[in-house]
């Protein structure tokens, strides 16, 4: 439906209709946005922090009056592109909103509802909602960790993490900064800590960079990735960084602060190798293995997803980026990590078939722009899809492990609580690890430690069952005054299970779908 | 949980026991409980009967288990807000106490000595100190692994029930899973929730059906709640049968820190869905009871589907219709309490030994009024 | 290049306002405008601010982006709030937060 003029009429941004609620506003959720808004729908941008560019583009506050904030960033002109654009256009956008969960009601005129609460963290103390006809997820990703001994100290920090507080605060964990992990993120968070100042004495990756020689198709098909590969390898050389692959930190070392780590080689498996272990003096270590996508909005909607390459779950999308619920849209890092120019082209191809759909009620299947989109983007998923596999993580990593090392940093749970639980008491999933230990339980609802409990979870053979995505039906904390405020609504009316239990709809599978107890 | 104490106390009737479930241990409705063990919310009746046994024997079991399961004897504290709501309870609560139940009334201006941050508008209350909690997936968890530690009970995860096997004259006599034919003379259909699937399977009808339930999780706080504290609806709401949804808070902390807010009710199939209006007026509900939890924030919420049978008692015992097939499912928001109780009377049932109550308002074919059947000990 | 530059000559920064003081724990730290929380305590040597519940623990920020809630710190006497998020402002009171941050309402 397009838009009536009594959407456009009221200047209370939460008291119209409108024709698309996007949710993220860095790469994949600008493209869509300003695509869809120039196409003329009425747009709502939804995101959690002050400023637009998520988490690639995050950059300083303008109160820093930074004049090269391009310094920080790779292919910076494409982020003030999507900005100029949407300055010139008429997107809604709303800053400083946290979704805690987006409501869809069937067949109605405006099915959906986007819950948000304001605030720089969250912490307002009034509930908005803002009503929509079409809704494009774009909530992009967070970062994969792997926990190891000593991860807990300060001065260890997420490399992702650490690449925020550069670009987002102009600071730096430390002077001297171990680079770890696994991913293509890590160069380029070594290559910003070295520009901006640190001294990086090692990148330490687990995988080995062979793996992407055993793939040169997919590779030369995409050149600008390794152009931009090419740019931080530069940068690396240029501040003397030595690149240590088939290696992990293994230890951290210190009291109340990093003060090293051993770095040791790891097997192909990334199992640590005996004897290897080699201490490097430091005072941060910044650290990440991949990202995973942020699709918990989605899962609470029942939206089907795919296992990636390296065992995270993306949502499954189609050829128009729309999920396998009717009106729901999702591009970038939610359908797969693939990078911002990913993302843009994603997002753009988003916007168009919201457009289309919300105009004509039909996928845009005859336009030429969104055939050439999706020519590029089957490209960059090609890539995407090979760097997956390079750099997903080793059966063996678990053998750096010991027992003491706590894996949920929110709840203080051990590995060996963990494995007491899988071993002794009949835990064969990350959901029933979290019920019998409180993996996962706490703030911060086992984003951090998730990846790794299943993976401590998930045995050999059939009594084992397969890691299913996370569902976290409450996006983000909302405070219960707050909560108990919102406006009365009817519930959903669903008609009573008929009786027998031949009829029942009985879909539901002990699936690790809800989230435990405390 | 059902099934967990029903392996527990028929391996200590001296039988051999093998635990199947399609998915891990407390995968079903036991994970997404609170783990009331309440006698105060029921009715005089056979269900009041089956929980204050229950009560008993969950003392014995802290005793076994490991404190782990955090099993607290806290007490229950139900409170109205205003007299014609006391009137109801102080009812209730002479009926039970006829019926063995402790209670004591509380006057208004008495409830904030037992929980300090009550509301001071409300009229009074009612303390009910054989009020229990348990945290239910560790008590199942803890329950399945004394039974192995016997060495008479085998735990098969991940393994689907595909059929019921039957002799020539139709008695059980096993089941089938992917993995192959499991066989044993006694089958007990602790299914829970998919209760009736199960006995679908062995040919009988069980009208198990679903009640939503939504569960509010707060951030990690200290001690600010003491008791489990309900208001006089939820003992409306749990013996209504409405298929609306229904919600009365009940509040309690956790000795790990968070604050539980259940309870809603609403019979919609198996959907997950959040329901932006039960957890709405859950947080209204429990906020207006403790106004200091107003600034506390919800961290997570979760569904669990409650076994639910018209009558609102659960199927104990043999099905007359299928020789061999015992069911011990359908306690629909009150399994984790009613579990040892249940687990007790099929040990006592299978090992022919002297049933602790009457058992006959539990019978699992009461709800075919063309063969009344009575139960007969196999 | 440089070794010892700064990010903030790294983009040029030219604030135009000028730097002000905030309190950790009492101990005054200067930091520019723009900056979270916790960037401005890093920007001051900073990086724990929280203890943990069980083991009394010393944490600060990890994933810097509101995911971990790792970097809670009670601002202006408000627990909870995550560090990385909240703009410092001029004058505000950062305390080590233990715990929950509820001890309070403990009964």
Request: charged share 20%; net charge positive.
């Amino acid at each position: 439906m397009p838009k009536s003029p009594s959407d456009r009429a009221a200047g209370d941004p939460y008291g119209r209709v409108y024709d698309l609620a996007v949710i993220g506003a860095g790469c994949a959720g600008l493209a869509g946005a300003v695509t869809a808004s120039e196409r003329g729908l009425s747009v709502a941008l939804l995101d959690t922090a002050g400023r637009i560019g998520g988490q690639f583009y995050r950059h300083p506050d303008p109160a820093f009056g930074a004049v090269r904030p391009e310094a920080l960033h790779h292919d910076w002109s494409a982020f003030a592109g999507l900005r100029r654009r949407l300055e010139a256009g008429d997107v809604a956008h709303l800053a400083g909103h946290h979704v805690w969960t987006v409501e869809r009601q069937d067949g109605a005129d405006t099915p959906w509802t986007v819950h948000a609460i304001t605030g720089a963290d969250g912490d307002g103390e009034h509930p908005v909602r803002v009503q929509a006809r079409t809704v494009l997820l774009a909530t992009g990703a967070y970062e994969r960790q792997l926990p190891f001994p000593g991860w807990t100290l300060p001065g260890v920090v997420g490399a992702a993490g650490a690449q925020a507080m550069l670009k987002a605060g102009l600071v730096l964990p430390g002077r001297r900064v171990v680079v770890a992990g696994s991913g293509p993120l890590l160069l380029a968070v070594a290559a910003s800590l070295a520009t901006a100042g640190a001294r990086v004495p090692a990148v330490v990756e687990a995988a080995g960079y062979l793996g992407y020689a055993r793939r040169p198709a997919v590779l030369a098909a995409d050149p600008q990735k390794l152009a931009e590969a090419v740019v931080h390898g530069a940068a690396l050389l240029g501040h003397g960084v030595r690149l240590r692959t088939r290696s992990a930190v293994t230890q951290v070392h210190g009291t109340d602060r990093v003060e090293a780590v051993t770095v040791s080689r790891v097997d192909r498996d990334w199992r640590p190798v005996r004897g290897t272990g080699r201490r490097i003096a430091c005072d941060a270590l910044a650290v990440g293995h991949g990202l995973v996508p942020q699709i918990e909005l989605a899962t609470s909607l029942g939206c089907a997803t795919r296992r990636t390459k390296d065992g995270t779950h993306a949502l499954a999308l189609d050829a128009f980026q729309r999920t396998s619920v009717p009106g729901l849209w999702a591009a970038g890092e939610t359908g797969g990590i693939g990078g911002a120019q990913l993302a843009r082209v994603e997002g753009e191809i988003a916007g168009i078939a919201v457009a289309a759909q919300v105009r004509d009620g039909a996928a845009p299947a005859r336009d030429g722009r969104v055939r050439e989109l999706r020519r590029r983007r089957e490209r960059m998923r090609a890539f995407a899809g090979a760097m997956a596999a390079v750099h997903a993580p080793g059966k063996g990593w678990a053998e750096w492990l010991d027992d003491a090392t706590e894996v949920c940093r929110c709840e203080e749970v051990t590995v060996g609580a963990v494995r007491e639980a899988v071993d002794a008491y009949g835990a064969r999933d990350a959901r029933t690890v979290k019920l019998l230990t409180r993996a996962g339980m706490g703030w911060c609802q086992g984003r951090t430690c998730g990846a790794a409990v299943a993976c401590l979870a998930a045995g050999e053979g059939p009594l084992f069952l397969p890691p299913s995505p996370e569902r976290r039906p409450l996006a983000g904390p909302v405070p219960l005054g707050v909560l108990g405020s919102l406006d009365p609504s009817e519930p959903s009316a669903a008609p009573a299970a008929p009786a027998g239990p031949a009829e029942q709809p009985d879909t539901d599978r002990p699936d690790g779908n809800s989230g435990p107890r405390d | 949980m059902v099934g967990a104490a029903c392996a527990y106390y028929a391996a200590r009737s001296g039988l051999s026991v093998t635990v199947i479930d399609r998915g891990p241990v407390a995968g079903g409705t036991t994970g997404a409980g609170e783990g009331n063990l309440l006698v105060s919310d029921k009715e005089p009746g056979p269900e009041l009967e089956l929980a204050l046994l229950s009560t008993r024997l969950w003392r014995e079991l802290s005793d076994v288990l490991p404190p782990r399961v955090e099993y607290e004897a806290k007490g229950g504290l139900v409170v109205a807000s205003g007299e014609a709501s006391l009137m109801v309870l102080r009812d209730l609560a002479a009926r039970q106490e006829r019926a063995g139940v402790k209670n004591q009334e509380v006057a208004g201006d008495g409830l904030r000595d037992l929980e300090p941050h009550l509301s001071p508008d409300l009229a009074g209350g009612f303390h009910y100190p054989q009020d229990a909690q348990v945290q239910p997936a560790l008590a199942a968890a803890h329950l399945l692994r004394a039974g192995r530690d016997s060495g008479r009970v085998l735990l098969r995860l991940g393994e689907d029930v595909t059929g019921v096997l039957k002799g020539v004259s139709g008695d059980v006599r096993g089941v089938r899973t992917a993995s192959g034919d499991l066989r044993a003379p006694w089958v007990v259909n602790a299914a829970g929730t998919w209760g009736g699937r199960l006995a679908h399977l062995a040919g009988v009808d069980l009208p198990v059906l679903p009640r939503r339930g939504f569960v509010l999780v707060t951030e990690p706080l200290p001690r600010v709640v003491r008791h489990k504290v309900y208001t006089a609806d939820y003992v409306a709401d749990v013996a209504s049968g409405s298929a609306a949804l229904q919600t009365s808070a009940v509040v309690e902390g956790t000795p790990a820190g968070p604050v539980l807010i259940g309870a809603s009710r609403e019979r919609v199939g198996f959907d997950r869905t959040l329901s932006v209006e039960a957890l709405r007026r859950l947080a209204a509900q429990a906020t207006r009871l403790f106004p200091v939890l107003s600034r506390v924030r919800a961290i997570r919420t979760y569904a669990g589907f409650r076994p639910y049978l018209p009558d609102h008692l659960p199927a104990i015992g043999p099905d007359p219709r299928v020789p061999g097939l015992l069911h011990a499912c359908g306690h629909e928001g009150a399994g984790i309490g009613l579990a040892p109780a249940t687990g007790m009377i099929i040990a006592r049932i299978l090992s022919g030994g002297e049933l602790p109550m009457d058992v006959a308002p539990f019978r699992p074919d009461r709800f075919k009024q063309a063969s009344p059947g009575t139960p007969r000990t196999p | 290049m440089a070794r010892d530059r700064t990010p903030a000559e790294l983009v040029g920064a030219a604030p135009e306002q000028a730097p002000f003081e905030i309190t950790f724990d009492g101990r005054p730290i200067t930091t520019l405008p723009g900056r979270s929380v916790a960037a401005a305590l890093w920007s001051a040597g900073v990086l724990a601010w929280r203890t943990t519940r069980r083991g009394g623990r010393p944490r600060g920020a990890f994933c810097g982006i509101g995911h971990c809630y790792d970097c809670l710190a009670t601002i202006n006497g408000r627990p909870n709030r995550r560090a990385c998020l909240v703009p410092a402002r001029p004058g505000d009171t950062i305390t080590t937060q233990e715990g929950h941050g509820h001890a309070e309402i403990a009964v």
